[in-house]
């Protein structure tokens, strides 16, 4: 069964460095986004993607993301200049925008010391 | 964003009992999806529901899209160890672009 998946699972920083968050969507799937968890807290929206282009983005995803499809498979999220409240789970979805439906990835854990 | 709460927050049940759990949205939605995540991975899709007043099942769950448009509920029957997780409603407005989550109701199954 196809499934998003996303690389590293478990990435550790140093405050104001530059991480790059991966995702493989499914291959038919034509809407992308990107959504974090704090620990014990809800799945916050984050931004979607279609077309090539940002469609809606949260307040949480300001100057400091950027989100890009390099290629025909890959989606990726930058954070430029990591902060402390940037640790979280950080989810790649993609849909085919037909039914509706958004599947996520396994997540990688950002960790920011 | 959207404020869209769960109840309960969170379940303590035995195996075998039945569990209902609600999430209501302070605005009108056209999809609501049912999700389950467990410690460490992503949400897995259970339920989708498009429509007001649809009943959805898969296998033992059971999800309803309220008739207001602004709530939807998850029933799972005879509940198992492996049903042990975070359950999140999900929401979406026509035209957008985005889900908004539910704050979560972590079920515990006591075997």
């Known amino acids: 069964e196809p499934e998003v998946t996303q690389t590293p699972s478990h990435q550790v920083t140093q405050m104001g460095q530059e991480v790059i968050l991966r995702c493989v969507p499914i291959?038919?799937?034509?809407?992308f986004y990107w959504y974090r968890q704090i620990l014990g807290q809800k799945v916050e929206f984050l931004v979607s993607f279609y077309n090539n282009e940002i469609s809606e983005k949260s307040e949480i995803f300001d100057d400091q993301f950027s989100v890009e499809r390099p290629d025909g498979s890959n989606f990726t999220l930058k954070i430029r200049s990591t902060k402390l409240e940037d640790s979280a789970m950080y989810f790649c979805a993609s849909g085919d925008g037909l039914n509706e439906k958004l599947f996520f990835g396994s997540g990688t854990q950002l960790s920011v010391l | 964003g959207q404020q869209l709460n769960q109840s309960p927050q969170s379940m303590f049940i035995q195996e075998g009992e039945d569990v209902s759990m609600n999430c209501t949205s302070s605005s009108i939605f056209n999809t609501w999806l049912w999700y389950k995540q467990e410690p460490g991975e992503g949400p897995v899709l259970l339920i989708a529901l498009y429509k007001a007043g649809e009943l959805t099942s898969n296998g033992r769950l059971t999800a309803q899209f309220g008739i207001t448009r602004k709530d939807s509920f998850l029933n799972i029957s005879a509940s198992i160890p492996s049903d042990v997780g975070i359950y999140f409603c999900?929401?979406?407005?026509?035209?957008?672009?985005?889900?908004?989550f539910g704050t979560g109701t972590s079920l515990t199954v006591i075997p």
């Open positions: 291959s038919n799937h034509l809407y």
């Open positions: 999900a929401g979406m407005s026509r035209g957008r672009l985005q889900f908004y």
